[in-house]
């Protein structure tokens, strides 16, 4: 199982981002992937999470209405649209596979997934 994402970088506050995570090595429609994202000392924080099937995404309180998670089945991606960045939200952005087939979204503990990617580098400036 590998997981490389991408699409980090450096954005004025109010700006945008799109993070990609491309998957490989198992069957991509058949897990759940969440975002997670942790700020130098700091515990990793869940972002979002997108469910197998019809999509379902579930996020947390303080990204909703601004991030957008979206998966391609076909492309073995999914991706997090960033709006409205602000400074808080600089840390590295990590994904992750769940870690048993058709689980749940709602899952949002870091023991819940069970590979994770590199992480990508957001940094907001004020």
């Known amino acids: 199982v590998q997981l490389q994402a991408s699409g980090g970088g450096l954005v004025q506050a109010g700006g945008s981002l799109r993070l990609s995570c491309a998957a490989s090595?198992?069957?991509?429609?058949?897990?759940?992937m969440g975002w997670f994202r942790q700020a130098p000392g700091k515990e990793r924080e869940f972002v979002a999470a997108?469910?197998?099937?019809?999509?379902?995404?579930v996020y947390a309180d303080f990204v909703k209405g601004r991030f957008t998670m979206s998966r391609d089945n076909a492309k073995n991606t999914v991706y997090l649209q960033m709006n409205s960045l602000k400074p808080e939200d600089t840390a590295v952005y990590l994904c992750?596979?769940?870690?048993?087939?058709?689980?749940?979204?709602?899952?949002?503990?870091?023991?819940?997934?069970?590979?994770w990617g590199q992480g990508t580098q957001v940094t907001v400036s004020s």
């Open positions: 090595g198992y069957t991509f429609s058949n897990y759940h």
């Open positions: 997108i469910s197998v099937g019809y999509g379902i995404t």
């Open positions: 992750a596979r769940g870690t048993v087939q058709y689980g749940s979204p709602r899952q949002s503990r870091p023991d819940d997934y069970a590979y």
